[in-house]
């Protein structure tokens, strides 16, 4: 089978989040299964000035593309990496420049990269029996597909997955015509209007064949008013080509027996004097004094999604406990801004990273005692399972795949709890917890068994890659 995977980013090229992780991670998977599986990607700035892979990368053709007046081409290059191909879509006007997303013109930005995909699955001699296209980005890629009558797409079935519900893709109903060379009756009859404006997400509800979300409880926070930011109404009508498939992880780059960048490697029948090593050494590199408290860490966007919003009285009451904080990321300015007067509070007992870094995001899970997730919402989440994977104890609150991922100790089930967890956005709730959180942790043997629960789990991607192969075929 052809799959192609249309997304915005991928590892390991670019990456700013769950989303690049998925997309490479289940095409690998399914790679190793025997597709033929390809990614079609935008060849970034940053993709440009990596020294990995990218020598490699040699040009196989260009297609040109007409947005209105504006006549651009895309040069195509190819990179085969674990069994994957990948095409990388060139154009200095659109690309050339550092960040992802966030300026004025991404809405013409995607709709180039998408119509220039569309028209290197002929130009390539890639046609797919699949195109799983992913969020907002390449989100209008169906309705294209199908509104022009393409001849050569005409056996070729769509897949959406849905990872961040809060992007829509919503711009002007004149980029419509505009961008997409589409008639406004599409508008006027509501197929692609959304909230007064034409929504790039809501098209790929209405044109796939199927939808997909990251979680099985987030599918059905989905389909309700409060969870949905507004796609309920839409979701609701496809409801039945509507499933929640639970991401997993890439076991090969997060593992604590092999992994390179820890100091010391671990299993689950041997971990304690380990993780030890990692956490002593971890602490002493930034500064942090007492080896004897717990140690809590989080990689994340700092932005409200991520709970930062509720977290400060739960770092307070940590620090002021004596124990430790480490937190890796960026995000909104005042939220880093708050990081940075508490660890000027607590210099002997929190330590930030503002930005990201691959290498200390692994000695970050493989030190850390507890990880801390409040997420308003969140879809799926790789952070609780790659804590998890290297006996890293996640504290998340019980939305979305947080829910189906971490068990929280209740105190009667010892034998298979895996983390803490709390249901309410607030604050004090999120406080309180760390109450039960650090009983837990003083008490040895019980906290021992709950971190061997965590290093025994299977976050692999097999299992959720043969459900979307089995998906895949249930529509060709």
């Not at 007067?341 to 995001?361: K, T």
């Not at 890293?392 to 983390?419: C, K, M």
Request: aromatic letters at 14%; hydrophobic letters at 40%.
């Amino acid at each position: 089978m052809k799959i192609a995977m249309v997304a915005s980013e991928a590892n390991p090229l670019i990456k700013t989040g769950g989303l690049g992780d998925v997309v490479y991670s289940l095409s690998k998977e399914l790679a190793k299964l025997g597709e033929d599986v390809a990614i079609f990607l935008p060849f970034y700035e940053s993709i440009k000035r990596k020294g990995t892979f990218i020598n490699e990368a040699r040009y196989v053709g260009e297609v040109s593309v007409n947005l209105s007046w504006r006549n651009e081409v895309a040069s195509i290059y190819r990179l085969d990496i674990d069994g994957i191909k990948y095409f990388l879509f060139d154009n200095q006007r659109y690309f050339g420049r550092d960040r992802l997303y966030g300026d004025f013109d991404d809405g013409e930005r995607f709709a180039f990269f998408t119509i220039a995909v569309i028209f290197a699955f002929n130009a390539l001699n890639f046609i797919p029996n699949v195109v799983h296209i992913h969020d907002w980005q390449p989100g209008m890629l169906p309705c294209v597909a199908r509104e022009w009558n393409l001849d050569y797409l005409r056996n070729t079935k769509y897949i959406l997955t849905i990872h961040n519900p809060a992007f829509q893709g919503m711009m002007p109903r004149s980029c419509l015509g505009d961008f997409y060379s589409l008639p406004d009756y599409l508008y006027d009859d509501g197929v692609v209007r959304f909230k007064d404006q034409l929504s790039t997400l809501k098209s790929a509800i209405v044109y796939s064949d199927k939808i997909t979300t990251v979680s099985p409880n987030h599918r059905r926070e989905l389909l309700t008013p409060e969870g949905s930011m507004g796609l309920n109404t839409i979701l609701s009508l496809r409801e039945f080509d509507f499933m929640g498939i639970l991401n997993g992880i890439d076991v090969d780059e997060f593992n604590p027996e092999t992994d390179k960048r820890i100091p010391k490697n671990f299993s689950k029948d041997s971990f304690i004097e380990q993780k030890k090593i990692n956490k002593d050494k971890f602490l002493t590199n930034h500064g942090l004094v007492d080896h004897d408290k717990a140690l809590f860490s989080m990689v994340s966007r700092l932005t409200w999604q991520k709970g930062m919003d509720i977290i400060y009285p739960t770092l307070v009451k940590i620090l002021s406990l004596g124990h430790n904080v480490f937190i890796l990321g960026s995000g909104e300015y005042h939220y880093e801004q708050m990081l940075e007067d508490l660890r000027r509070r607590f210099p002997n007992n929190m330590a930030i990273f503002i930005g990201y870094n691959d290498d200390l995001a692994h000695e970050v899970y493989a030190a850390s005692d507890l990880f801390l997730m409040p997420s308003l919402f969140e879809p799926c989440g790789i952070g609780q399972m790659i804590a998890q994977r290297y006996g890293t104890l996640p504290v998340v609150r019980l939305t979305g795949g947080l829910y189906d991922t971490v068990i929280p100790y209740d105190g009667s089930n010892d034998s298979y709890a895996n983390g803490f967890g709390f249901y309410n956005n607030d604050a004090n709730d999120f406080a309180n917890l760390m109450d039960h959180v650090l009983g837990v942790y003083y008490n040895k043997d019980l906290f021992n068994h709950l971190v061997k629960n965590a290093l025994s789990l299977d976050n692999s991607w097999e299992k959720s890659a043969r459900e979307y192969l089995d998906l895949y075929r249930s529509i060709i």
